[in-house]
């Protein structure tokens, strides 16, 4: 038992089946979640004999040890975290003048294969917890002293495909009594996993939608992502239309721009008649090559003429700022080593 699987509701419900009353369920959210308190000798306005009980009870409130924790020049720091069962995750903390995100993983692993992706290329072991997932996020919180004022599923794995521990996470972090992290602050990157996509449509929780395309036909995407094979592109682009009109909000593209495979001109044609009209943003990504591959980054002229030919289509695109490569917590690059 882990207390940061449960959301305050089912909390209460466990409190209630202790006969232990319901209202430390609101002190103990206030530790974990507001103070950020990791061990039962903090929770000081519990009385000893309930926290001793929770303790023979075996209830966790941690289910993550820090590995390493490494950091950039720019601030970007990224994480590697042991799993009770000593699998081992990465997250990587961002840090601007106006935010500080948080790229979080939601498996072990991955099983989609990404080409270009160095977290693909051992296969996926299995979905992470929600306990765990929320555990990334304020343990970074807590060792960098900061408040974590939005995150990205973006890290390891596919977060579609551990839908229902992802979206529980989601509203428990989203609730005033937990993190209260605003929905629009927080980011759900798919590989274009499309039940997932049409499900978020229908959720409760409007958080923000990114999809990594990185091509724009499907010869090329069945390529650099296998996925393509069984969601291809025409039909992600309809479940994308549907989340659009379903939600009335737009869209992120990632585009990870690769030398002579995705960045030619006929590459920009067709993502611009893919994209044209749509209620989208376009996010170009300056490729971070990893071990192994001969996939290096476009110069830095071509990102910038395609950036240009995408906006004066009136498709509105950005080029990310780099971040973190160095320490190979980029985009794609993180495979748990640390
Ligand atoms: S890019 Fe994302 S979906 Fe693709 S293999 Fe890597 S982690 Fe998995």
């Known amino acids: ?3 940061k699987n449960l959301s305050f509701t089912e909390l209460q419900e466990y409190l209630k089946e202790q006969n232990i009353p319901v209202y430390r369920g609101r002190q103990i959210f206030n530790w974990l979640y507001q103070k950020k308190a990791f061990s039962w000798d903090e929770m000081t306005d519990l009385p000893k004999e309930l926290r001793r009980r929770f303790i023979d009870l075996n209830v966790g409130i941690n289910s993550l040890r820090l590995v390493s924790r490494i950091r950039d020049n720019d601030g970007t720091e990224k994480y590697l975290f042991e799993l009770e069962d000593q699998s081992k995750i990465e997250s990587v903390y961002l840090p601007e003048s106006d935010r500080n995100t948080v790229c979080f993983s939601t498996q072990v692993g991955c099983g989609m294969g990404c080409l ?3 977290t693909g290329r051992n296969g996926i072991v299995r979905n992470l917890t929600v306990g765990v997932i929320i555990d990334q996020i304020l343990n970074i919180s807590k060792l960098t002293g900061t408040q974590i004022t939005n995150i990205v599923a973006m890290g390891q794995g596919e977060p579609l495909l551990n839908y229902e521990s992802l979206m529980k996470t989601l509203r428990i972090l989203n609730d005033p009594k937990g993190l209260g992290l605003g929905a629009r602050r927080i980011t759900i990157s798919t590989c274009g996993i499309i039940p997932g ?7 409760d929780l409007q958080v923000n939608l990114a999809i990594s395309l990185h091509a724009a036909d499907n010869q090329l995407r069945d390529h650099l992502m ?3 094979k069984k969601y291809p ?3 992600l682009l309809e479940a994308c239309d549907h989340y659009i009109a379903k939600t009335n909000r737009r869209v992120t593209f990632e585009y990870a721009l690769i030398d002579g495979i995705n960045d030619r001109k006929e590459d920009l044609q067709r993502l611009i008649k893919l994209l044209t009209g749509k209620l989208c943003h376009v996010n170009l990504i300056p490729f971070n090559p990893i071990p192994d591959t001969n996939f290096r980054r476009s110069n830095p002229k071509t990102i910038a003429e395609f ?6 289509a009136h498709i509105e695109t950005t080029v990310r700022k780099e971040r973190g490569s160095a320490l190979t917590a980029a985009c794609g690059q993180l495979q748990s080593k640390g």
Request: hydrophobic fraction near 55%; charged fraction near 15%; charge should be neutral.
């Open 1 to 3: 038992m882990n207390f």
């Open 116 to 118: 270009f992706c160095a």
């Open 197 to 203: 996509v049409l499900k978020l449509a229908e959720a």
């Open 226 to 228: 296998p996925i393509n």
């Open 233 to 235: 592109l025409e039909k």
């Open 307 to 312: 950036a240009a030919g995408l906006n004066s």
